[in-house]
């Protein structure tokens, strides 16, 4: 195998259990007989040593500032059953969160490296499994991974995967990006490949295929519950709607009328499908396909309120670099939203942008109640769930928050 040995001091994050090692770490690579490069191939699982010979762990090759991965520290190799181990006690914390129930069939089983699984994404959606690799190693290693998911997690049969827009750009990569790896349950295609799965009782058509990420946001399900709680009676702007996850809870909870707002036409017909799966009486749910700022102006224009605002945008900031702008942008949207809530009003606030922390993005909003001059108060702060966990060597993992906001 590939060794990758450090420089002199540079072990100590790795001996802290931090999975990565920098590019700029590293002292020399011996590489293993075979090699026609003269480097490591992409993906390559290569074993990183001390400048003192010791045994740090192994991991997947990346071309790149971050040059390996770790996946199992103090080994010299995989372990054997090693995939089978990982997707198991992944599971294994599912379970003891209590998100295995006949209400909840939906969830997220592998977080990448807070399920020390660096550049791996799986989530669950009833007896499907998608799977998502950001890293040519876990894409090397998808059709282990999909067997060790089909053998470990029960409800399971089918095993999908989707990595066309997660993958490093390469021009090579070796074969499919996209498609069953493992399908079980071969309907699907009679059914539109699209199907139920159920989050806290609420059933949501999941469509894998064409939906946004690997088809649905599991990362709001404790946030949507919270607004179920303070839905009775409101009239609700669930803004940046997707396919309805804050409707719905909101609706449950006995909201007075929900307006569902996206720009996304195929978003907003999967809206108007949970709806009428989940409330098919209901006259009390608008689903309108329109900009955000478009339609809060147009709604200001009319002099409309509403007691209850959910504001869930895509991230603004996908890089460091784009920070600023991203906040002017989250201050813009937080202000015209701040706006429009009636006095003693709520607003549900979140930015999923991994570069803008906490601080920052509770200023541009507090920023954006300044300008409208609108008093506000923080009722709690929203973070994402635990099945979306934070290895604690690997803080850079927590990257979704929320302020709900009494506005007087
Ligand atoms: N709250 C949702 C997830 C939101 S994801 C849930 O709980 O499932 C962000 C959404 O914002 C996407 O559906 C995307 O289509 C939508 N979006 C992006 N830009 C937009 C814009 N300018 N106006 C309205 N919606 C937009």
Redesign the pocket.
């Known amino acids: 195998m590939t060794t990758v040995y450090l420089k002199p001091k540079k072990e100590e994050s790795l001996k802290r259990f931090h999975p990565w090692v920098f590019s700029g770490a590293i002292a020399r690579v011996v590489l293993d007989a075979g090699h026609k490069t003269s480097a490591p191939d992409e993906g390559e699982l290569v074993c990183v040593r001390s400048s003192a010979d010791e045994v740090l762990g192994v991991g997947h090759w990346q071309i790149g500032s971050i040059a390996v991965r770790i996946l199992a520290f103090g080994e010299e190799k995989l372990p054997v059953n090693f995939w089978i181990q990982r997707i198991n006690a992944a599971y294994k914390v599912r379970e003891a969160i209590g998100l295995i129930r006949s209400d909840n069939n939906t969830f997220r089983l592998v977080h990448g490296e807070g399920d020390f699984l660096p550049g791996l994404i799986v989530d669950v959606y009833a007896d499907t499994a998608v799977v998502q690799a950001h890293s040519i190693g876990m894409h090397l290693c998808r059709n282990e991974i999909a067997d060790a998911i089909l053998a470990e997690v029960p409800q399971v049969q089918n095993v999908y995967y989707k990595s066309d827009d997660t993958l490093p750009f390469k021009a090579a990569i070796e074969g499919e990006k996209t498609g069953y790896l493992i399908e079980t349950v071969q309907d699907r295609k009679a059914q539109n490949e699209a199907f139920w799965s159920t989050e806290n009782g609420l059933d949501f058509r999941i469509d894998w295929l064409r939906g946004?990420k690997t088809g649905?946001?599991i990362d709001?399900r404790e946030n949507?519950a919270l607004v179920e709680r303070y839905a009775a009676g409101k009239e609700v702007l669930n803004?940046?709607?997707?396919?309805g996850?804050?409707s719905l809870y909101a609706l449950r909870g006995g909201a007075k009328h929900v307006d569902s707002?996206?720009?996304?036409q195929k978003?907003i017909d999967l809206v108007n499908v949970n709806v009428a799966k989940n409330f098919p009486k209901a006259t009390n749910h608008t689903a309108v396909t329109?900009?955000?700022?478009e339609y809060l102006s147009a709604q200001k224009a009319q002099n409309r309120t509403f007691d209850l605002i959910i504001l869930?945008?895509?991230a603004f900031a996908k890089h460091r670099d784009a920070v600023k702008n991203a906040l002017r942008g989250y201050q813009r949207i937080n202000a015209k939203a701040i706006e429009m809530i009636s006095h003693g009003g709520i607003l549900f606030t979140f930015s999923c942008s991994q570069a803008v922390d906490k601080e920052a993005f509770r200023l541009a909003v507090f920023s954006a109640a300044a300008q409208v001059g609108r008093k506000v108060r923080i009722l709690h702060q929203l973070h994402q769930p635990q099945d979306h966990p934070i290895n604690i060597y690997h803080p850079e993992g927590e990257y979704l928050k929320g302020l709900v906001l009494y506005v007087e």
């Open positions: 946004q649905f946001f709001q949507r803004m940046f709607c997707y396919t996850g804050f707002v996206d720009v996304s978003a329109a900009d955000a700022f869930d945008p895509p």
